[in-house]
């Protein structure tokens, strides 16, 4: 089915966004500090301010944007992290997106695509590994409508493993749909639609998406009008890094958000920014165009998060240990672990087949060693689905979590579905490091709410599930 983009406007003024990079272009340390007093009052940056700090080279000035962005991530996130894992439904695609592992000419790929019954135990294996947060990547193929992908959410829901646990939330990271089709999404209850334009420079886009409904920039650029239209107002957007100059797409993404907030009253519920990582059979993934440097990338990172700070920032297994580790202080609240990026990977006996998987992960640790690391880093671990469960998402969200809702809630929560996650699925080891540890932080929180906090987690001990505020 064609669907016209005709009448679309394209939002992104490509001049104007040079302009801004162009004239930001000199960070004099009096204009990045003025700025950062302004980010830290939590009111965010213009497009302009952003330009300034992405393009301060001085490695006294990173410290500085990069202490600034720890402060506001504290002050907001406190030390919590939601964890999820993707789980790959299909990689057939009918697409040639030139970085991507399952683009159509990429015969060397071995093309699947879950059966229900295949779904279910992918799905059991990720529940008895402790997940309640799914994040489902499918190809875009003509033969896989909004119908058979609200078909696979219902299948996801409505699998509870024999072991314990259930999948609470399920995020999407699909094609784009026209609105009835995102109509049907909301339906069946997603929680976050997630979709990336790749680069907002429309003449590279072109050239890389040459074939499939994904060469329409406008349709895709207008995904997130059509998602929220539809009522799914937990939207995640990103752009993939290395294909373009980066200081233009990480401003392009901040006008992606702000033209969302005018046009809906409010923006991004997630941002990603992933980094490409080699594919097979793809010169471009192993090549990027305009690599980026640690540097560039934690700084970028720090700088989103001085800009949304509401915002929640994304880091997927893509990035290796330690860039993890210390992009977790900086910016990022929610990150993936245990990934494995083909269908069926989670129930393969041969996991790791370069022939199905889409790209290369750089952080291969399972989930219980990842949430070890993090308890070490001082973070408390979260799979909370409170705020989604109960409506309050999109607007309603943004407004609680500008006052200072998210350490009243969400910490008492991710210390509930940590210590769910403590009783039913974590090794000796991790066991042995991490109680103590929710026991002081739930000393150490708010008097207001400790008693029943205190409470609850004796209930979850006792064998009581899914407690929340
Ligand atoms: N097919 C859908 C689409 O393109 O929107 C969704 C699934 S696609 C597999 C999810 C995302 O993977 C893409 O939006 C792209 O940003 C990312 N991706 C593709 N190839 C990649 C690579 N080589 N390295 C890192 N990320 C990649
Ligand atoms: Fe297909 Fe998405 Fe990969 Fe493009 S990025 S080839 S649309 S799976």
């Not at 939601?82 to 697409?95: D, K, Q, R, S």
């Not at 409904?213 to 939207?235: C, N, P, T």
């Not at 700084?299 to 929640?312: E, I, S």
């Not at 909370?384 to 998210?406: D, H, S, V």
């Amino acid at each position: 089915m064609k669907i016209d983009t005709s009448g679309v406007q394209n939002f992104i003024d490509e001049g104007a966004i040079w302009d801004i990079v162009n004239k930001n272009s000199v960070a004099d340390p009096g204009r990045v500090r003025e700025i950062l007093d302004k980010a830290l009052e939590l009111k965010g940056l213009s497009l302009a301010e952003a330009a300034c700090l992405l393009q301060a080279e001085d490695p006294d000035m990173n410290q500085e944007i990069a202490s600034a962005a720890r402060k506001v991530k504290k002050a907001i996130y406190g030390n919590r992290v939601v964890l999820f894992a993707p789980l790959y439904i299909t990689n057939e695609c009918g697409n040639r997106c030139a970085y991507c592992g399952f683009k159509d000419t990429n015969t060397e790929l071995v093309r699947r695509t879950l059966t229900p019954e295949e779904l279910r135990r992918e799905v059991g294996v990720l529940e008895d590994l402790g997940h309640k947060r799914l994040l489902l990547v499918y190809g875009e193929h003509p033969k896989f409508g909004a119908d058979w992908i609200a078909e696979t959410v219902r299948t996801v829901y409505e699998t509870v493993s024999e072991k314990s646990g259930e999948i609470r939330r399920v995020n999407i990271n699909c094609a784009p749909l026209d609105v009835e089709g995102f109509r049907k999404l909301h339906e069946v209850g997603i929680g976050t639609y997630q979709c990336f334009q790749e680069t907002y420079h429309s003449e590279t886009y072109s050239r890389l998406h040459t074939k499939g409904r994904k060469s329409d920039y406008l349709w895709r650029l207008h995904a997130m009008h059509r998602a929220m239209e539809a009522g799914i107002d937990d939207v995640g957007m990103g752009a993939l890094l290395g294909l373009y100059d980066y200081r233009f797409d990480i401003l392009a993404l901040l006008a992606h958000a702000a033209e969302l907030e005018k046009a809906f009253g409010v923006g991004p519920h997630t941002l990603s920014f992933p980094r490409l990582e080699p594919a097979l059979n793809s010169e471009i993934a192993f090549n990027p165009p305009y690599p980026i440097t640690d540097t560039q990338f934690k700084r970028l990172v720090a700088v989103l998060r001085l800009a949304v700070p509401f915002t929640g920032l994304i880091l997927s297994t893509r990035e290796g240990r330690e860039m993890r580790r210390e992009l977790l202080d900086i910016g990022v609240s929610q990150i993936s672990a245990g990934s494995r990026t083909y269908p069926g990977a989670y129930t393969d006996p041969n996991y790791d087949r370069p022939d199905v998987q889409q790209f290369c992960v750089g952080d291969n640790r399972s989930l219980d060693e990842v949430v070890r690391e993090i308890v070490r880093q001082g973070y408390i671990p979260s799979w909370c689905t409170a705020c989604y469960r109960l409506g309050r998402t999109g607007e309603e969200f943004m407004k609680l979590a500008k006052n200072g809702f998210i350490q009243d809630f969400c910490r008492p929560n991710a210390l509930l579905t940590f210590s769910e996650y403590l009783q039913d699925y974590a090794s000796a080891e991790t066991r042995g490091i991490a109680v103590p540890f929710v026991l002081e932080e739930a000393q150490a929180g708010p008097e207001k709410g400790r008693k029943t906090l205190m409470d609850r987690l004796t209930r979850i001990e006792r064998g009581e599930r899914d407690l929340y505020f």
